[in-house]
C-alpha cells in the first residue's frame, strides 16, 4: 500500500498522543508539522520525528502532504479545513468538525465540489471497548435495544487545564466538548436520530481558574453549561443525553443500554478500552464482557490510519463528514429544542458506521 502523506496543523496538548499513534502505521507518513507558534511545531517535530516543521502556508503548499490532520483550538477547525480543501488535500479534523451547522454544511459542500474526503475525531470507537460493545448488541447479546441513558457529568476544566477560557466561550460548553463522544458512540452503536427535546441552563455565570499558569484568572461564561437532550432515534429507540460542567461528582454510569434481553454497560467513550460490563436476563448477574478488539489505551490518530487505508481502497471511511456532521446538527438541535420549548427534526442522517474486521488495523502497523 502507498504511504499516504500526513500534515499535522496545530501543536498542542493533543499533537503528542495523534503523533504518536499515527507513527506505529506503515502505510502513514507524518510529512510535515505546522502551528501558529514556530517554536512549538520545531518542538513537536523533534520530539516525534517528523521531518519538517513549517508555516501553515508552507505545508499546505507541499505536495507529499495528501491529508490535512487539522488539531487546532475548536474556533479554528472550520477555517483551517476550509483552506486545506481549497489547497486540495484531504482533511481529517479533531472534534467538532465546526461550530455549527452553517459552518459544518459549508465544509461538506466544499469537500463536494473539490472530490475530496473528510475525516472527523472522534476516532474512540475503533476502539476496543465500543467495538465490543457493538459486537454484543449485534450478536444479540441483550436482545433488541430498547432505550438509552448518557451521562458526562463533571465541573468543567478549569481546575486542571493550562488554557480552559474556550471551553466556556461560543463552541463550547459541555455538550459541544464532550458530546461528540457521547454522540458517536451511540450512533455507532444504535444508529442516527430523527428528533431531539432538550433543556439547557448556565448555573455559575463566572469560573475561576485554579489550575498554573493563570490561576486565579475569572472567565466569564457564554454558553449553558448544564444540558439535557431527550433523543428518538431513526429506528424509533428513545434515548437520554445529560452533559453538565456543573456536577461536583456523580455515581451515574456513562451509557446504558437496555434491550428485551438484558443491558448493556458501556464504558467511557472518551476512552478506547473498557470495562464492558453485561447483565442478562439468563444469569440475572452483572458480568465483565472480554474486550474482542485491539487498541485499549489512548490511540487518537486510528481515525486517521483507517481514513487513509479507506482512501488506498477507494472504500468509504468510519469516522466520516457525514457522521460529524449529524452529530453538530443534533447538538445543535438540542439548544434549538430549549429554547424553542418543544421537539425538533433532525435534517440530516448519516450510515451507521460498519464495526472493523478483525485484525484489520493491527494489519497495519509496522
Not at 21 to 28: D, E, N, S, V, W
Not at 100 to 109: F, K, S, T
Not at 279 to 296: G, I, N, V
Not at 331 to 345: F, K, P, Y
Request: aromatic letters at 6%; a neutral charge.
Amino acid at each position: 500500500m502507498k504511504k499516504t502523506g500526513i500534515g499535522i496543523i496545530g501543536c498542542g496538548t493533543i499533537s503528542g498522543i495523534y503523533m504518536r499513534t499515527m507513527a506505529q502505521f506503515r502505510h502513514l507518513a507524518r510529512v510535515a508539522c505546522a502551528d501558529k507558534l514556530a517554536e512549538r511545531a520545531a518542538a513537536q517535530a523533534q520530539q516525534f520525528n517528523i521531518p519538517k516543521a513549517v508555516s501553515v502556508e508552507e505545508l499546505l503548499a507541499d505536495d507529499s502532504v495528501d491529508i490535512v490532520v487539522n488539531l487546532t483550538v475548536p474556533l479554528a477547525h472550520a477555517e483551517v479545513s476550509r483552506k486545506a480543501l481549497a489547497a486540495g488535500k484531504h482533511v481529517y479534523s479533531e472534534k467538532p468538525l465546526a461550530i455549527d451547522r452553517q459552518e459544518g454544511r459549508a465544509l461538506l459542500e466544499l469537500a463536494a465540489h473539490k472530490g475530496l474526503r473528510i475525516g472527523c475525531a472522534p476516532d474512540t470507537f475503533l476502539g476496543a471497548g465500543l467495538q465490543t460493545c457493538r459486537k454484543l448488541i449485534d450478536e444479540g447479546a441483550i436482545g433488541e435495544p430498547v432505550a438509552c441513558h448518557a451521562f458526562m457529568l463533571c465541573h468543567g476544566h478549569e481546575s486542571w487545564h493550562p488554557a480552559p477560557e474556550f471551553y466556556y466561550q461560543r463552541g463550547g460548553g459541555p455538550m459541544r466538548d464532550m458530546g461528540p463522544y457521547y454522540l458517536t458512540a451511540l450512533i455507532f452503536l444504535l444508529g442516527p436520530v430523527a428528533a431531539v427535546s432538550g433543556s439547557a441552563h448556565t448555573t455559575f455565570a463566572e469560573r475561576i481558574i485554579t489550575s498554573a499558569p493563570k490561576a486565579g484568572t475569572v472567565i466569564p461564561v457564554e454558553v449553558p453549561t448544564h444540558l439535557v437532550g431527550l433523543l428518538e432515534f431513526s429506528s424509533g429507540i428513545p434515548g437520554v443525553l445529560v452533559t453538565s460542567f456543573d456536577v461536583w461528582t456523580s455515581t451515574l454510569p456513562r451509557i446504558e443500554i437496555y434491550g428485551t434481553e438484558g443491558t448493556l454497560l458501556v464504558p467511557d467513550p472518551n476512552t478506547f478500552g473498557g470495562p464492558v460490563k453485561l447483565w442478562r436476563r439468563q444469569t440475572r448477574e452483572w458480568e465483565e464482557a472480554p474486550l474482542s478488539f485491539p487498541y485499549e489505551t489512548n490511540s487518537r490518530g486510528l481515525g486517521v490510519a483507517e481514513m487513509a487505508a479507506a482512501l488506498a481502497s477507494g472504500v468509504p471511511h468510519r469516522a466520516s463528514a457525514d457522521l460529524a456532521f449529524h452529530v453538530i446538527d443534533i447538538m445543535d438541535a438540542v439548544e434549538d429544542a430549549a429554547r424553542a420549548r418543544r421537539q425538533v427534526r433532525i435534517e440530516s442522517t448519516c450510515a451507521r458506521p460498519e464495526p472493523l474486521p478483525a485484525g484489520f488495523l493491527k494489519a497495519l502497523t509496522s
